[in-house]
């Protein structure tokens, strides 16, 4: 069972929810030697190395949690983050690994995005939804709610969910790029425009970016 007032998982999960991958991985890393026989933290792992495209170390993981964990909602998760599988066959896994573990918020995350896929942007909010519900500071998820709400048509709950994740600690990282983007926003005549330039503005500031502060990368 994962102790979550934990300080060590406390910590691991501010870093992933605010956007440290690298340092995340580095902890997760840790968190798999003290503990080998918690899946979780291989499932964490290779979720992260699926997010920022290192396959030669995803594939690694992928298989290290099929042959120890088989059966498991990480297991599940592990086969549905395959590249290249089928869309319809990634929402059965991930629906299967939620019957196993209700409470683990990747799983949301990751089936919500399969829903945008299929165009069932309501189900993507739900589940973008539970994640928030489980994980409130899951900043990213505020992002991509809110560019599913705008394809909805919700643009009230869009604005709401976008000035959210503005103020939140990933984007202050980004200043310069904040203050473009409440430029945009202020001017709210057309936000379906609007979001597409906020989101592709962002997109491309985060390119690359490995969740470490301006200024304080290594030389």
Known sequence: MIKQNDVAVRHLYALIYAGYYSAAIQELDGLVEADPEQPRWLAEKLGLLSDTLRWVDFFAVQEQLRKQFPGTAEAKLAEALTPGMPVVRRLHLLDAAIQRDAEFVKLYYYRAQTYRLLNMEYQAIQDFSKCLELAPGYYEVYLWRARTATACGLSHAALKDL??????????????????????????????????IIFNKHTDAMEGWDGVPDGQQNP
Not at 163 to 169: E, G
Request: overall charge neutral; proline content about 3%; aromatic content about 12%.
């Open 163 to 196: 000035m959210t994740y503005f103020v939140s600690p990933i984007c202050k990282q980004r200043a310069r790029i904040y203050e473009e983007i409440i430029t945009v926003l202020e001017q709210m005549k057309k936000l379906d425009l609007a979001f597409e």
